[in-house]
């Protein structure tokens, strides 16, 4: 049980507001040099939680207050898991690769930051929906628009992304195993097993040691797809 409450937060959750988490965001900026892994991850998350959060200022969500718990409780389990790391604990297997390889010179900048997307969406989005239905005492069908319009942002930016950290055309000429890794993964695959997850969760709710089995399954599958992301390349 103890292992539930860690992974769907109860009904009773307190939520910080988006300022705050935004604000750990930036001051990690401070705490890790710009190559480290987790700074190029944090980097890019920081520029989603910034622009989802001006989407739901300016209206772009159907329910603010869903929008916001949702938003808030998803970056929480990324700022646990660094809190956790920090704090010489051990983070959960999807983003251990991330924290393992983080200052490895054969790994490039998107690949760090893919392996922080895959971590975040194939894992803690499903959880964070969970969290975000106990609060505030709704289903996943209720927050459905909200995970589509979260989920359309993220894919514009990951193109954005991948613009930004993507190397040279004659590098990747020579690194075709990065052009490989590249397109092995898929933002729009890991939201859909995320909604999927989510729902089967939500549906196990009832039958904790099945929920609990099924959570350190999806747990390990993301990490080990995280670790096949960060591959050296040199």
């Known amino acids: 049980m103890a292992k539930i409450a860690q992974y ?9 507001p988006i300022s705050t988490v935004l604000d750990r965001m930036r001051a990690f900026r401070s705490d890790w ?7 190029v ?14 989407c739901i200022d300016n209206g772009g969500f159907p329910d603010r207050e869903s929008a916001v718990t949702l938003q808030v409780l998803f970056a929480e389990r ?21 924290f393992q390889f ?7 900048p998107l690949q760090f930051a893919l392996a922080g997307i895959n971590a ?25 628009a909200d995970f589509d319009r979260v989920g359309d942002i993220l894919t514009m930016l990951e193109e954005r992304i991948r613009e930004d950290l993507m190397p040279g055309p004659d590098l990747l000429e020579i690194a075709d195993p990065l052009t490989h890794l590249l397109g092995s993964w898929s933002l729009e695959r890991a939201r859909d097993g995320a909604w999927s ?13 099945l929920a609990e089995e099924f959570t350190e399954r999806l747990d390990a599958g993301v990490g080990l797809v995280g670790r096949c992301l960060l591959t050296p390349l040199r």
């Open 33 to 39: 040099p710009a190559g480290d892994g987790i700074a």
């Open 78 to 98: 990324y700022l646990s898991a660094a809190d956790t790391v920090a704090a010489g604990g051990r983070a959960p297997a999807c983003w251990r690769p991330l």
């Open 41 to 54: 991850f944090n980097r890019v998350y920081l520029t989603v939680t910034e622009q989802l959060g001006r």
């Open 8 to 16: 769907a937060a109860g009904g009773g959750a307190r939520r910080a």
């Open 102 to 108: 983080r200052r490895h010179p054969g790994v490039r």
């Open 197 to 209: 997850a989510a729902r089967l969760l939500w549906g196990l709710r009832e039958l904790p040691s």
């Open 120 to 144: 975040h969406i194939g894992h803690d989005l499903a959880l964070a929906v969970v969290d975000t239905c106990r609060t505030l005492g709704c289903r996943p069908p209720d927050l459905e």
